[in-house]
C-alpha cells in the first residue's frame, strides 16, 4: 500500500516510516520541518535500503495536499502533523489551535475529493483528563483537558468522528498514545527536541550526556508507591509497529475506531531514572522539586483492545527503552543539528 504520512519527518512519524517500509508499505511524506528536518528522512531511507517521497510541505495548505494527492494514489493517511508542547500552547493557544485543526481539516477535506477513505490520527491519553481510574479503557468518557494542547486532541478527535457518521466510507483510526520514549537500536534516528525537554526521557538523556546538570523531579508526594508520578512508557518502535497494524486495519473497516497504544505496565519516575542508571551504568544527578501544574499521579493503559482487534502487543520493555535512548542521544549529542545551540 501506498501511505501518506503528515508530520512524517517528526519523532514517531520517522519511526514509522522505516517499520512501514520493511513491512513492504510505500511511504510518502509532507511535512514543513517545523519541528524536525530532512537529515530524520535522509537516515530513515538509509535504514530502509529504500527512499521515501519527501514533500516539504505545510500540510495545512490545500494545494499542497492536492498536489501530493495527484501524483500518488495513497491507501491511508497518517496524520502525525502537530504542535506538541503543553507549556507552549499555554502562552501561544491561537497558533496550536490553528495548526493542529488546520492541519486535520484540509487533510479530511483534500482527502475527499481525491476519494481517500482511510485515516489514522495521532491522539493522545491526554483526552481521558483527570476525571477517570486507571487503567484507562478506550470506552471511558473523555475528561476535560488541563491546556489547550489537549483540547486540540480533543477536537481533532470529535471532527475526525463526525466526518466518518457523515461519510459511511470513511474508516478513521484513533490511536490514543500512552509515554513513547526510545530510539531505533542503531542509533541513527531518535527524539530530538528543540530547546530544554519537556518529557522526562529526553532530560534523563541530555543529563546523562552533559547538556544538563541534574534532574528536577516534579514532586515525590503523589499517591503511589514510592511517591512520584507513574506513568505507560512505550517504546517508540512498538509504537511504529501498532502503525503498520492499524494501516492494515483500517483499509478493511468503515467507521470511527479507537486503541489505545500502551503497554498497561506504569513506571514512576524514580524507577526510570534507575533503569536508565542500570541500563547505561551512567549516573542522573536528580532533586526532589516541586509538583509541577497539570500533572496527574497515574496515567496508564488497558491496552486489551489493540490486542484483540490488531494483533497488536508491546515487545520491547523498560531496559530496552532506555538503551535504545541512549544509543541515540550519546551518537547524537545534539541531535540531528551537531551545530544546535543548547
Ligand atoms: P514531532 O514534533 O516530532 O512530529 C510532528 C511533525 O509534524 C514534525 O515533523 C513537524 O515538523 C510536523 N508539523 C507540524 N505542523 C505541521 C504542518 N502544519 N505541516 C506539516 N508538518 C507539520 O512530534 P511526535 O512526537 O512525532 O508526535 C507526532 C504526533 O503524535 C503529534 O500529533 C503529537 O501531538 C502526537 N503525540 C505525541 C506524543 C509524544 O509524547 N511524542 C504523545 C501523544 C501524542
Ligand atoms: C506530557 C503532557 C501530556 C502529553 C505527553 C506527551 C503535561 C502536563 N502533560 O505527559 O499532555 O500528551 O507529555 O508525551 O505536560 N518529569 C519530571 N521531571 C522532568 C520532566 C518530567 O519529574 O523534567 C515527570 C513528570 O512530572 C511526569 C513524568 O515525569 O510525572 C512524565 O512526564 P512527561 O514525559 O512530561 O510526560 P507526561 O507528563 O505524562
Not at 49 to 75: M, N, P, Q, W
Not at 274 to 291: D, L, M, N, Q, Y
Amino acid at each position: 500500500m501506498k501511505i501518506l504520512l503528515a508530520g512524517g519527518a517528526g519523532y514517531i512519524g520517522s519511526h514509522t516510516a522505516l517499520q512501514l517500509m520493511a513491512a513492504g508499505h510505500e511511504v510518502v511524506i509532507a511535512d514543513n520541518f517545523d519541528n524536525s528536518c530532512e537529515e530524520a528522512v535522509k537516515r530513515v531511507n538509509e535504514l530502509a535500503g529504500k527512499e521515501a517521497v519527501l514533500y516539504e510541505a505545510d500540510v495545512r495548505e490545500k494545494e499542497a495536499l492536492r498536489r501530493i494527492f495527484r501524483e500518488h494514489s495513497i491507501d491511508c493517511v497518517i496524520h502525525f502533523a502537530g504542535l506538541k508542547a503543553v507549556g507552549e500552547s499555554v502562552k501561544e493557544p491561537i497558533r496550536y489551535y490553528r495548526n493542529n485543526i488546520d492541519t486535520t481539516l484540509s487533510l479530511l477535506e483534500t482527502m475527499a475529493e481525491a476519494g481517500v477513505k482511510n485515516i489514522i490520527f495521532s491522539s493522545s491519553a491526554t483526552v481521558y483528563g483527570e476525571e477517570n481510574p486507571v487503567p484507562l479503557r478506550e470506552t471511558m468518557r473523555r475528561g476535560s483537558c488541563t491546556n489547550p494542547y489537549g483540547w486540540t486532541k480533543y477536537m481533532m478527535e470529535q471532527i475526525l468522528q463526525d466526518a466518518s457518521a457523515a461519510d459511511p466510507e470513511l474508516s478513521v483510526v484513533l490511536l490514543r498514545y500512552f509515554n513513547p520514549i526510545g530510539a531505533h537500536p542503531s542509533g541513527r534516528i531518535g527524539e530530538d527536541p528543540q530547546g530544554i525537554p519537556n518529557n522526562l526521557m529526553p532530560y534523563i538523556s541530555q543529563v546523562a550526556v552533559g547538556r544538563r546538570d541534574h534532574l528536577t523531579i516534579y514532586g515525590d508526594d503523589y499517591p503511589t508507591p514510592d511517591g512520584t508520578c507513574r506513568r505507560d512508557y512505550i517504546h517508540v518502535m512498538d509504537l511504529a509497529d501498532g502503525h503498520v497494524k492499524a494501516v492494515e486495519y483500517a483499509v478493511k473497516h468503515k467507521g470511527t475506531e479507537i486503541f489505545n497504544l500502551g503497554t498497561g505496565t506504569p513506571y514512576s519516575v524514580l524507577e526510570v531514572v534507575h533503569a536508565f542508571e542500570e541500563s547505561t551504568g551512567v549516573k542522573v544527578p536528580f532533586e526532589i522539586g516541586p509538583r509541577r501544574a497539570g500533572d496527574l499521579a497515574e496515567c496508564y493503559a488497558n491496552a486489551d483492545k489493540a490486542l484483540e482487534i490488531l494483533g497488536w502487543k508491546t515487545t520491547r520493555n523498560l531496559e530496552d527503552m532506555c538503551r535504545d535512548t541512549w544509543n541515540w542521544q550519546k551518537q547524537n549529542p545534539m541531535g540531528y543539528r551537531p551545530d544546535k545551540k543548547q
